[in-house]
Every structure is written in structure tokens, then in C-alpha cells.
């Protein structure tokens, strides 16, 4: 599920079926069986954008991959991308940083930060207290383009008055080199909010709730509602080298209840023409949000430049799902010289 302890919107994506690609994730849920260009009632047709996407860059579907076994050096803040997020209500927030391994190094993290926010006025609202919940501390081993994350609870701010927190300041474990983000927390949404009584006022140092540095499971169980629809696959059946593979990627609602695909966040797939070979990995458009009744689809159109100097005779389209990992679709292509 979403991270932090505030309510989020559900976050889904699409799963699709039938490549001999294999996962290196089970699923944690069935998946429908897909379908190859069959006839169904597509309420709408997305047209192509194109826009380029990197699996596992998000920090909301960030998780932490697979790394070699062994020995592994202490990761430094200028290897890690850090990304502060947070919510809540009455005074009391919870949030949570994410650490991003954006080297290309493998390294690892042990122990808890040292964290303090900081409100506008350059004073030190709270910092890293006791652990209450003396949760256990494990190393964490990031490969490149992994993530972890930091719990923070308890924090504490004032709402109505002028002591919001601005900045989060972290160091690593058993660093002391620091860096600050910007952290806005205390801003009510709606003024009419405030009782003519500041909330937090008083400042509360040693008593932020900072979690261990903890591995980030697989995101798979946020990817729930569309993974319950039947992608389809409709590919001409041929192209001619030099020109543009037009082709769609349905998905079919046929559970007897609404369903559809969130945009929080758009899920990431990628297309390959072999032997050709071209393609590469973007993110599906999924706004507006898209809710389909029962029986209903809808249509992504795809775009695939084939070279001029692309072989005739057949060759294999592929469409597959990175984000979250699923088998992919597959098809033959007939390239017309």
C-alpha cells in the first residue's frame, strides 16, 4: 500500500499476460487470461504521447531490488537522491523519506538518521528522539536504482500560528555530513480550520519518532484494480519498412462491477520491434482518471518507428508491462520492403 500512515488514493496500474518473458516477481493476486484481437466495446481511444519513463524512479512505486550477496561499502548522501513526504491532521503528521540509490555503485545503510525539522525561523522545531517502538535495526543493501525508506512520526507543528516547519535536515547513520530539503508541514487547507489557538507551539526537540533506515517490499499489492482487466492486443498484419507500426493495447473491464486505472501513479511498459531492433519504455497515459463499466474498454494507440533498413519477412512485436513486472504480449509482424 501507499507509504506513511495518512490516507492516499488507491494506486493501480495494468497487467497484462501470455509472453514467454518471465517475472521475476510472483503476483500476488490472479491475473485474467489476455486476449488476442478479439472484438469488444472500447468506450474511449487514448491517443499516442510518447513520453519516455524509467522503472523504479518514483517514490511513490520505489522499492528495493535485489542485491549480491557480500560485503558492501556505506552508502554517502551524494550516491542517494532523498525525497520527503508527508501528511496528516490536528497538529500531528506523519511522513516518511525516501532514499534513492542514483549511483552506480552498490552500497548499503544501517541504523537510524539523524533528522531535524526546522521552522521558518531557522529554529529547530523537533529532532531524532528515542526509537518508542524500538523497532529492530537490519543493513539495508541498495544496488543502483533502489530505494529505502525512513519512518517519521509524531511530528508535531504548528497549524494556525507562525512556527511551520520549512526544512528537513538529515545525515546518514554515523555521518555527519547533512543536507536540507524543503518540508512545508503546518499549513492548514482551510483557514476556518484554526480556533484562535496555535497547535505545537511549543517546541519539542528529542521527541521525532525516526524509524531505522528498512527495505521497501515490492509495490505489487498497489497495483490491484486494473490488473482485474483483459488487455488485447490489435497489430496490423504488416508494415512497411521506413514508415510508423500504428498499432493498440485494449484493456476490457468484464467483472460485473466498474473499474478502471488511477493516476497516482500512470503505469510504466515498453514495446519492442525485433529483429529490427526498436522500441523502448514510456509512461501509459492514464489522465484524466479512466472508469470503465462493466464490459467496457479502452484503447491506447501505439507507435513504433520501423527503419528503413529493417529486414523483411516476420518480425516479433512485443508490449509488456514494467511497472508493475508482468509477462508480456507478443505478436508477429510482417515488414513489407
Not at 496500474?13 to 472484438?39: D, L
Not at 552508502?75 to 532514499?99: D, E, I, K, N, W
Not at 530539503?181 to 526537540?205: I, K, L
Request: glycine fraction near 10%; include cysteine; charge should be negative.
Amino acid at each position: 500500500m501507499a507509504r506513511g500512515a495518512w490516507p492516499t488514493a488507491l494506486v493501480v496500474a495494468v497487467g497484462v499476460a501470455g509472453c514467454t518473458h518471465a517475472s521475476p516477481r510472483a503476483a500476488s493476486t490472479p491475473r485474467p487470461t489476455p486476449h488476442m484481437a478479439t472484438s469488444t466495446t472500447v468506450e474511449r481511444t487514448i491517443a499516442w504521447r510518447g513520453t519516455p519513463a524509467v522503472v523504479n524512479s518514483r517514490p511513490e512505486t520505489g522499492y528495493t531490488l535485489p542485491a549480491p550477496a557480500g560485503p558492501s561499502p556505506t552508502c554517502r548522501l551524494s550516491q542517494l537522491a532523498a525525497v520527503p513526504t508527508g501528511g496528516g491532521a490536528g497538529g500531528t503528521f506523519y511522513a516518511h523519506v525516501s532514499l534513492h540509490n542514483t549511483s552506480s555503485m552498490v552500497c548499503s545503510l544501517r541504523g537510524r538518521a539523524e533528522i531535524e525539522l526546522i521552522d521558518k525561523t531557522g529554529r529547530i522545531f523537533q529532532s531524532t528522539g528515542p526509537d518508542a517502538q524500538h523497532r529492530p535495526i537490519r543493513t539495508v543493501v541498495l544496488a543502483p536504482n533502489s530505494w529505502a525508506l525512513i519512518d517519521l512520526g509524531g511530528i508535531a507543528s504548528d497549524v494556525c500560528g507562525g512556527d511551520q516547519t520549512s526544512t528537513l535536515r538529515m545525515s546518514l547513520p554515523g555521518q555527519s555530513d547533512g543536507r536540507s530539503m524543503r518540508f512545508p508541514v503546518g499549513e492548514p487547507p482551510n483557514p476556518a480550520d484554526c480556533s484562535g489557538r496555535a497547535v505545537g507551539t511549543t517546541p519539542h526537540p528529542g521527541q521525532l519518532q525516526v524509524g531505522p533506515v528498512q527495505a521497501i517490499p515490492d509495490p505489487q499489492g498497489d497495483f490491484l484494480l486494473i490488473r482485474q482487466l483483459h488487455p488485447q492486443l490489435h497489430v496490423p498484419a504488416s508494415v512497411r519498412a521506413g514508415s510508423i507500426l500504428r498499432f493498440t493495447v485494449d484493456f476490457v473491464n468484464a467483472n460485473p462491477n466498474e473499474g478502471g486505472i488511477d493516476t497516482d501513479p500512470c503505469p510504466i511498459f515498453r514495446m519492442q520491434l525485433t529483429p529490427s531492433p526498436v522500441g523502448g519504455t514510456y509512461l501509459l497515459p492514464c489522465t484524466p482518471t479512466i472508469s470503465l463499466e462493466a464490459g467496457a474498454g479502452i484503447a491506447f494507440q501505439m507507435e513504433l518507428t520501423v527503419p528503413a533498413t529493417a529486414p523483411p519477412g516476420p518480425a516479433t512485436l512485443t508490449w509488456q508491462l514494467l511497472e508493475p513486472d508482468e509477462p508480456g504480449l507478443t505478436t508477429t509482424v510482417d515488414i513489407d520492403a
